[in-house]
Nanobody, 122 residues
Framework: QVQLVESGGGLVQAGGSLRLSCAAS????????MGWFRQAPGKEREFIAG????????YADSVRGRFTISRDDAKNTVVYLQMNSLKPEDTAVYYC???????????????WGQGTQVTVSS
């Protein structure tokens, strides 16, 4: 059974940091591109960061310089999102996704996690 399980969300004050994790299992994900999306209430799901199987990284303009995506494929694939200098507008449910390529388009991802809530207070 394929699973992507996110963890690490929570409540943090503006300017603080959080580190999200996404544990992938059920198949070999080392050849997959992995990404993080987020969805705030009343808004569409948006791409924020992606990483290729080779370690190439991509970021949305809104998070570039503050967020860092990384992956560990040593055993099962784990993808991380280090979030620094958090802002209230970063408040959203954060989702992990896997697909053949890094994509900004949610429907092009093959697998999704259940999401983890990140709330940034001002």
């Amino acid at each position: 059974q394929v699973q992507l399980v996110e963890s690490g969300g929570g409540l943090v004050q503006a300017g603080g940091s959080l580190r999200l994790s996404c544990a992938a299992s059920g198949r070999t994900f080392s050849s997959y591109a992995m990404g993080w999306f987020r969805q705030a209430p009343g808004k569409e799901r948006e791409f924020i960061a992606g990483i290729t199987s080779g370690g190439g990284t991509y970021y949305a303009d809104s998070v570039r310089g503050r967020f860092t995506i990384s992956r560990d494929d040593a055993k099962n694939t784990v993808v991380y999102l280090q979030m620094n200098s958090l802002k209230p507008e970063d408040t959203a449910v954060y989702y992990c996704a896997a697909g053949r390529v890094v994509t900004h388009i949610p429907r092009e991802s093959d697998y999704w996690g259940q999401g983890t809530q990140v709330t940034v207070s001002s």
